[in-house]
């Protein structure tokens, strides 16, 4: 199964390119039709003096009809298509998954603490080892 690759990214709603250890991983979740009306794209809402989407704003809009969803709900009916290298077994994969983001403990190897960050976890094709795309910490 071929996995459609995004041609710009006013399609989606999240990608990201990383390297994760010896590994691979290159990630991107498209823009879903509107719940409501079924025609528009849902995006974030336009700030109507700039004409640019609002970034830290809790909620998508429909450009059609105006229909809003709240963030959390929003991103849980999307799926994030997945083409990554497993760091453990140098498998290459494609994998599509549900777009929601869970609590999970890592060590951090600088430090060898543990902590908790959000992230989307998937397992190898191959090798069945745990994977992560973890959120993007300030």
Do not use: H
């Not at 109507?48 to 929003?74: D, F, L, M, S, W």
Request: glycine share 6%.
């Amino acid at each position: 199964m071929a996995l459609r690759e995004p041609v710009s990214m006013d399609e989606c709603v999240y990608f990201t390119n990383r390297n994760v250890g010896k590994g691979k991983i290159r990630a991107w979740v498209f823009r879903g039709n509107c719940p409501k009306c079924g025609k528009g794209l849902m995006g974030k809402p336009k700030d109507p003096k700039t004409g640019r989407a609002k970034i830290r704003t809790e909620e998508y809009e429909c450009p059609e009809c105006k229909y809003n969803v709240p963030q959390q709900e929003y991103e849980e009916t999307l799926a994030m298509n997945i083409q990554y290298t497993c760091p453990k077994c140098n498998n290459a994969g494609e994998i599509s998954v549900p777009f929601k983001r869970k609590k999970v403990q890592r060590v951090e190897e600088e430090t060898g603490k543990k902590e908790t960050v959000e992230a989307v976890r998937f397992l190898c094709e191959k090798c069945n080892e745990k994977i992560d795309v973890t959120k993007k910490m300030k």
